[in-house]
């Protein structure tokens, strides 16, 4: 081992690990150092100490980096949400655009040359801040018996009490304030987890970004037997909270406020949300819309389509509405529909991929797992008026399979169009697609794959499969959703290689 334990070494950054992590070497040795921008020279203590390697505590910057930014909130390297948050929004994209291209390059055994013919620049944000639709803070207790709302500690449950995420919009904080003011107003008891006592667990807040209509949904901790009924202002007759009537007068006065739930979650789980939701106030749920771009022009001007969705507590939704536009237009464009094509969607959460490509295609297909979400998702077809998109409750792997059984189900499904799609689009959760759904995938042969994923490194291993199936990667880009972390999205065409009969030219 190079170093001792709380040795302080002085190393340059080099270069951004996976984490956000700060990567230097000394010697041969590799140095990493959270909260270490690239570019900087650091003093760092050495925490964890192998062969080749050592993680060091950032401890002093020595000389900071050209892309060393002050960050905007005082608590990111405790929370360790924003793992970049230090680092220039300029520089971060280049670290995505990197974290693509090597992924690319490393998993998917793609030549660099291809690559960087097929890729184009990422998509950055105007504004890297406020742009989350969705928080959910955990309640609890300080040591000095007070109750707080805030933010996990990093890799801990201890709650740090923080009430303006800046990843968040700016109603967020007086919400949060209203109904701590009101828990110590009325001894409301904080959730404690160790215990399991204590009522309020979680606070819940979205907000339609388009409709600026707000929703709270407090998580609490108790079954339904447990609570009396009463009066409430509206909505229900139970009496989850105690004094309920005022927290609703209070909430109701916050502009945009359209609907306030609760949740009841009493299972020692980290699981936030419960099964079952009450509506207290207003709405059972809140809109909104997204519209379409065209993101072959410059600044991705609006098409004039859009497209509206009802959000409930427990709905899947993209969190950042802003760039989901830009990303579901790259997905329309790189689909290339001329009103005629079959589509697949799989993995198509509440549809909304699905809609969005319905307008210009014969008929579109979705497939997802959860039930709550398909139903969402048709729901969301007649709202919108669509009427050629089917979805279909279950594993993508295990419906297309059903489907595409061979033999006799040209029969059964009546569609060939279904069995031969002309293009298929996935977006998968991390953990990219079963191996199943990719082969079955290649036996449909559509002329396009459309394939969109929030982790770079499962798609490459994924596009791999299907490029030796016989696809040819033909257009890749990034989309950042995720300002200030090193999450990014990605979408990437794969096409079928025409076959092309060169005649001698007489
Ligand atoms: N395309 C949607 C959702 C993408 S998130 C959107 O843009 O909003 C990925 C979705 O895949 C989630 O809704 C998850 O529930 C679903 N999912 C996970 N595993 C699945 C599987 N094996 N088959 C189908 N859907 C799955």
Not at 226 to 245: C, E, V
Request: aromatic content about 8%.
């Amino acid at each position: 081992m190079k170093y001792e334990k709380n040795e302080i070494v002085t190393v340059t950054i080099e270069d951004i690990g996976s984490e956000g992590e700060g990567i230097g070497r000394v010697e041969g040795f590799t140095l990493f150092v959270k909260d270490a921008v690239v570019g900087d020279t650091v003093e760092a203590r050495i925490v964890k100490n192998k062969k080749t390697y050592a993680y060091g505590r950032l401890e002093k910057v020595l000389v900071p980096s050209p892309f060393r930014v002050e960050p905007k909130c005082a608590w990111h390297r405790q929370c360790g949400g924003c793992q970049l948050q230090s680092c220039s929004y300029e520089r971060q994209l280049v670290f995505k655009q990197d974290k693509i291209r090597n992924s690319l390059i490393r998993i998917g055994g793609f030549a660099p040359e291809q690559v960087d013919a097929c890729m184009e620049p990422i998509v950055g944000m105007e504004f890297p801040f406020r742009y989350r639709n969705k928080a959910q803070y955990p309640v609890g207790t300080d040591r000095d018996g007070n109750v707080v709302a805030g933010f996990y500690a990093a890799r801990t449950h201890n709650i740090i009490a923080h009430t303006d995420c800046w990843l968040g919009p700016v109603e967020n904080e007086a919400i949060l304030n209203c109904i701590l003011e009101y828990m110590r107003e009325n001894k409301v008891s904080a959730y404690d987890e160790k215990t399991g006592t204590g009522l309020v667990r979680h606070i819940l807040i979205r907000k339609g970004f388009a409709s600026g209509e707000i929703m709270v949904c407090l998580v609490i901790n108790g079954k339904r037997a447990d609570f009396k009924t009463g009066s409430g202002i509206a909505g229900t007759d139970y009496q989850f909270l105690p004094a309920q009537d005022e927290l609703l007068k209070k909430l109701a006065a916050i502009k945009g406020m359209t609907s306030v739930s609760v949740s009841l979650n009493s299972e020692q789980t980290n699981v936030i949300m419960g099964k079952e939701i009450y509506t207290l106030w207003g709405k059972d749920t809140i809109s909104d819309t997204i519209r379409v771009r065209d993101m072959a022009q410059p600044g991705f001007p609006l098409t004039g389509k859009e497209l509206t969705f009802a959000i409930s507590p427990l709905s899947f939704y993209q969190v950042n509405p802003v760039q989901t536009e830009k990303l579901y237009s790259l997905a329309l464009e790189y689909a290339g529909l001329t009103g005629q094509e079959t589509v697949w969607d799989l993995y198509c959460g509440i549809g909304t991929i699905s809609l969005f490509l319905a307008g210009n295609a014969g008929k579109v297909y979705g497939v997802e797992v959860i039930p709550q979400a398909i139903e969402d998702a048709r729901e969301n077809a007649k709202r919108n008026g669509i009427e050629n998109a089917a979805f279909f409750v279950g594993k993508a792997e295990d419906v297309l399979q059903e489907i595409y059984g061979g033999g006799t189900e040209k029969e059964q499904v009546g569609d060939e169009g279904m069995l031969h799609p002309d293009v298929i689009v996935v977006d998968p959760p991390r953990k990219g697609c079963d191996s199943a759904c990719l082969e079955v995938m290649l036996k449909m042969r559509p002329e396009r794959i459309v394939y969109v994923s929030c982790d770079p490194a499962t798609l490459a291993r994924d596009l791999k499969v299907l490029c030796a199936g016989g696809y040819e990667m033909t257009r890749a880009r990034g989309v950042d959703q995720f300002g200030g972390t090193v999450h990014v999205e990605s979408i990437v065409l794969l096409s079928k290689p025409r076959i092309i009969f060169l005649s001698k030219a007489d």
